[in-house]
């Protein structure tokens, strides 16, 4: 169905349909527009950005690119087309139709997963909020702002959701998103890594790398749900998040690339000299190293307990599907299968079975650590084409932990366990400390100039939309 850009909500869903809904979305959305105006990227309200918004949801339409101003984008409710007779691919209730409707039995389990994955979106735009002041490139700051919009849009997914099919309940639920606030002390928001600070770029590369990358794992087992709107709209959400991703992976790699390339032009023969490459005015290869940890480490925790009997009843229920369930060749119910979970074990790391059921989060992690590992080979490939001896790599799922079976203990990156006392003293050589935060925030000087580039970090090989080097993504002065 193509995209109504006559209503002042645009749609696929037909909502002019649903007088009720449409009326109770519209009275959403003047909310929505002042949480944008105050949460949403600081400044650049007035600037024209070159932003893609989507005009239909199938390959020629989604991605239409065009001049917008910030707080005039086209935020709407796209879902991707409805499969015909499709069927609950997981769980109980294996083969029977998926449904329209929320079963009344599944109304909570539901309510909530819509609405903690709601809650993200809205949190990343208020963490990347600053971001903007500090740009590399006008190339960067459009993408910063790309970003931006679609969380808002995911967030518009999500309330939606919320408001069509739970009621009053959805209702309330769509305004407290708009109340809880990323990094707030009385009203934070729900996950721990939606409320950490994203204080430069080189966080907001790892940020979209591997956070945004949990969101895609989320996302893709949503993407199974039996409940038929929610895969859906989750389908959609999808085609959005791998541009993000993209700017993730982009993004480091030109970090590394342009210190790597200065490292070579200075002589440099040991990366891991910091001073050194420091006083280039380029990012040192161990503190990128330190970024990725803390990153990757936050994002870990976003996949919850290893063992857990929620994940197991949204399993049974058809409610959460395993990362690319269809394509999974067992009989999708797992009610007698195992799968090895990392476990503390007398002071030890070890691999332990599990029934399958509860395993799933950690089966998710799995998978997701291993869509991570891709871009870790990219950035290696740029430091060892350079000739440099120093491999990027992800720590020991063990390392920094807050959540799950290793957060009482303290681990180094590579697995080893500790006291208290040797973490604390230790942390700061595998987590940023004041003084490197300090120092990469002492390189983020705005560069808005078209067709520059900050000192730090690399041009992009292509411009977006195959755009020339020289494009004005971003027109500041209107
Ligand atoms: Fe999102
Ligand atoms: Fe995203």
Redesign the pocket.
Known sequence: MAIDYQELIPNNVNLAGDRSLQRALEHWQPHFLDWWRQLGPSDFLSADVYLRTATSVDAKGWATYGTVKMPEYRWGIFLADAVPDRRIGFGDEFGKPAWQQVPGEHRSTLRRLIVTQGDTEPA?VEQLRRLGETCPSLYDLRNLFQ?NV??GR?LWAMVYLLQKYFGRDGREEADELLRRRSGDADSPRMLGAFNEATPDWLSFFMF?YFT?RD?KMQLHSLAQSGFDPLSRTCRFMLT??AH?MFVGETGISRVVQRTCEAMRAAGISDPTDIAKVRALGVIDLPTIQKKLNLHYTLSLDLFGSEVSTNAANAFNAGIKGRYHETQIKDDHRLQNDTYPVLKLVDGQIKRVDEPALTALNMRLRDDYTQDCVKGLLRWNKIISLAGYDFKLTLPNVAFHRAIGEFKDIHATPDGVLIDDATWNRRRHEWLPSTADGDFIASLMTPVTGTGEFAPWISPPKVGIDNKPGDFEYVKIET
């Open positions: 990343s970003v679609e969380e995911h979209t945004d969101g959005e998040e993000h």
